[in-house]
């Protein structure tokens, strides 16, 4: 079959109904009912799948074969209510309920930022609270949008009240733009947050910021966070709420490569949005970060896979 043929799976791996059995498992979650401006998010994970059988098996940057030493499949898709968030969000933490039983390692395809605050849900009741490494434009911890306490915007806000992180581990990395006070950024800091704006990382390579991840994280479980308009969008314009000047797909690769073999419990790529995209470029992007998170997951014991 070439590979522009077949059903349209992450990377043409096998469709299954189940993580049983499974070291990590791609899912997507096709949700964009907690934007706050221009939607298409739920069209994400789709448009990333459709672009994925660009990309072959084995990481030539790193030297990689996942698919050698992980038993990998595709999900499909959360089952989402496309009229409720809120009965959203609870479907979305009762999936992940059932597929982290099986002690399998999810890389989520998004659908917006909000799915961070179920999945986060998920994980802290079986890994407790986890360390963060989180790549975005924006912080992401408003009180509350037009009245609403659960949105895109306010996901690490809600993770923090309901101990869902270990605060002095996050990290919230490529942060900047306009908004609507200037202290939009120092919520975060104030709880113990690792927050490094865009503008220090602007022509630098990523390695200090790698080297505080993995001396600050150690071995606790970590989740890995990536908005796909963290990069500048010359890399990646089709999203809902771009902003100039973020990092490059270089720097992103530097980031997910540097935190490699550390204790991944799970990852997600969101807010790509393919009405507002460019010949896929964005989808295409997103494919590979995907991978790359793949490729970051350790090889586990055997016995790791079930609870």
Not at 67 to 85: E, Q, T
Not at 271 to 291: I, K, R, W, Y
Request: hydrophobic share 40%; aromatic share 6%; charged share 20%.
């Amino acid at each position: 079959m070439p590979r522009f043929g077949g059903i349209a799976t992450m990377m043409r791996l096998p469709h299954l109904p189940s993580a049983e059995g499974l070291d990590v498992a791609f899912v997507g979650v096709p949700l964009d009912i907690g934007t706050s401006n221009r939607p298409g998010a739920r069209f994400g994970p789709r448009a990333i799948r459709a672009e994925s059988p660009l990309l072959r098996p084995c990481n030539l940057g790193t030297g990689d074969s996942p698919f050698k030493r992980l038993r990998v499949a595709d999900l499909g898709d959360v089952a989402v209510n496309p009229y409720n968030l809120q009965d959203s969000v609870m479907r979305i933490e009762r999936y992940y309920e059932a597929l982290l039983a099986h002690g399998c390692i999810p890389v989520t395809l998004g659908g917006d930022h909000t799915i961070a605050l179920p999945i986060l849900r998920a994980m802290a009741r079986r890994h407790g609270p986890v360390a963060l490494v989180h790549v975005d434009a924006h912080a992401d911890v408003n009180d509350e949008m037009f009245g609403e306490k659960i949105a895109h915007g306010t996901p690490f806000r809600r993770a923090v009240e309901e101990g869902l992180l270990t605060c002095d581990k996050v990290f919230q990395i490529g942060l900047r733009g306009t908004g609507y006070t200037p202290d939009e950024f120092d919520w975060g800091a104030s709880m113990g947050f690792h927050v490094i704006p865009a503008a220090q990382c602007w022509s630098r390579p990523m390695d200090d910021v790698v080297a505080r991840i993995r001396a600050q994280v150690g071995d606790h479980p970590l989740y890995i966070s990536f908005d796909i308009d963290g990069l500048d969008p010359a890399y990646a314009p089709g999203t809902g709420t771009p902003e100039i000047a973020g990092l490059s797909s270089v720097q992103a690769l530097q980031l997910i490569r540097g935190c490699a073999g550390m204790n991944i419990v799970g990852a997600d790529v969101v807010e790509v949005s393919p009405p507002f995209d460019c010949g896929g470029m964005t989808a295409l992007t997103a494919a590979n970060l995907a991978f790359e998170l793949l490729c970051a997951v350790p090889s586990r014991p055997e016995g790791e896979r079930e609870a």
